[in-house]
T-cell receptor, first 109, second 121 residues
Framework: DIQMTQSPSTLSASVGDRVTITCRAS??????LAWYQQKPGQAPKVLIY???VLQSGVPSRFSGSGSGTEFTLNISSLQPDDFATYYC???????????FGQGTKLDIK | QVHLVESGGGVVQPGRSLRLSCSGS????????FHWVRQAPGKGLEWVAL????????EYADSVKGRFSVSRDNSNNAFYLQMNSLRTDDSAVYYC??????????????WGPGTLVSVFS
């Protein structure tokens, strides 16, 4: 099974900061990676899919990059609404099994 | 406007069964695959099952294989998660989510608000 590992597990930052969250896959997953944002008491919301495609309606300060085994989610200038938990997610196109990373909690410094 | 909503959560004893439903609206329901994703209290997201667009090629996480099953009813724009032999570690908020069009999706673009399942004696 492919394992997804996010780092860091927690991240403290300030409004206006640029932040980067990393997701590593245990084997090559090409660009089959999505990123989600989840706020307490709410369902997750997709931000990025296929590693770098911005979901419609998501602010352009969010961007994704990477391929193979290492991926990053970047937020160019943190806004108050961005403090949340972020998850990466992979789909194995052969087995049709889906895997999430363990999450990165982004909180206010 | 795409809308998904779960129902059927509740409190159940270990070893018992529960059936969750998810109703969809605002899109061509029969053309999409769907998923169940759960989140134990204070924990991360765990994918549970894929409801294939053909209703046949479903897939399950190892943690629920043999105990949970999924089905869909396109005539009622609904799909289901049948949970048998429930264990305390199945306690979680269960989300339904929309996957890809025509069986090729890689992510979940719309989610329901979730329904809580609590398994304890």
């Amino acid at each position: 099974d492919i394992q997804m590992t996010q780092s860091p597990s927690t991240l403290s930052a300030s409004v206006g900061d640029r932040v980067t969250i990393t997701c590593r896959a245990s084997q090559n997953i090409n660009r089959w990676l999505a990123w989600y944002q989840q706020k307490p008491g709410q369902a997750p919301k997709v931000l990025i899919y296929k590693a770098a495609v911005l979901q419609s309606g998501v602010p352009s300060r969010f961007s994704g990059s990477g391929s193979g085994t290492e991926f990053t989610l970047n937020i160019s200038s943190l806004q108050p609404d961005d403090f949340a938990t972020y998850y990466c997610q992979h789909c194995n196109s052969f087995s049709r099994m889906f895997t999430f990373g363990q999450g990165t909690k982004l909180d206010i410094k | 406007q795409v809308h998904l909503v779960e129902s059927g959560g509740g409190v159940v004893q270990p070893g018992r069964s529960l059936r969750l439903s998810c109703s969809g609206s605002g899109f061509s329901f029969s053309s999409y695959e769907f998923h169940w994703v759960r989140q134990a209290p204070g924990k991360g997201l765990e994918w549970v099952a894929l409801v294939a667009y053909d209703g046949i090629n479903n897939e399950y996480a190892d943690s629920v294989k043999g105990r949970f099953s999924v089905s869909r009813d396109n005539s009622n724009n609904a799909f289901y998660l049948q949970m048998n032999s429930l264990r305390t570690d199945d306690s979680a908020v269960y989300y339904c989510a929309r996957g890809g069009f025509g069986g090729s999706g890689s992510h979940f673009d719309y989610w329901g608000p979730g329904t809580l399942v609590s398994v304890f004696s």
